[in-house]
């Protein structure tokens, strides 16, 4: 459930007692909820002691250029289509910023 608004694109989120992940996300992050219940996820990631999430990209197959608003322009973000470690099932797009940033031993 959402508690609160986060600035223009984040949202904090009621988390069950015990959760090791941040409870602030971005809305990329979020889907609608479909449903009277709640249907837990049985692929979640594993979790190192300190809540973090315990994956790693391991290659990029593809990329991409997305448009996104800033301000009253729109500007191209470049995007990768990860493998993941954890997930190789799974492969997500995710801007390539962002995994700059949350990894950064990894050299694409």
Same mark, same amino acid.
């Given at each position: 459930?959402?508690?609160?608004?986060? =600035?223009? @694109?984040? /949202?904090? $989120? &009621?988390?069950?007692? =015990?959760? $090791?992940? @941040?409870?602030?996300?971005?809305?990329? *992050?979020?889907?609608? @909820?479909? =449903? !009277?219940?709640?249907?837990?996820? +049985?692929?979640?990631? #594993? $979790?190192? +002691?300190? =809540?973090? $999430?315990?994956? /790693?990209?391991?290659?990029? #197959? &593809?990329?991409? *250029?997305? !448009?996104?608003?800033?301000?009253?322009?729109?500007?191209?973000?470049? *995007?990768?289509?990860?493998?993941?470690?954890?997930?190789?099932?799974?492969?997500?797009?995710?801007?390539?910023?962002?995994? &700059?940033?949350?990894?950064?031993?990894?050299? +694409?």
């Amino acid at each position: 459930m959402i508690t609160r608004t986060v =600035g223009k @694109h984040a /949202y904090k $989120l &009621q988390l069950p007692p =015990g959760t $090791l992940l @941040h409870d602030v996300f971005h809305v990329n *992050q979020l889907k609608k @909820h479909l =449903g !009277p219940e709640a249907v837990p996820n +049985p692929n979640l990631p #594993l $979790l190192i +002691p300190e =809540g973090k $999430l315990k994956t /790693y990209p391991l290659s990029i #197959l &593809q990329w991409r *250029q997305v !448009p996104r608003s800033a301000g009253d322009n729109d500007v191209a973000v470049p *995007q990768w289509l990860i493998y993941w470690e954890l997930s190789p099932d799974e492969e997500t797009w995710e801007d390539a910023a962002f995994i &700059q940033a949350t990894f950064p031993s990894f050299k +694409p």
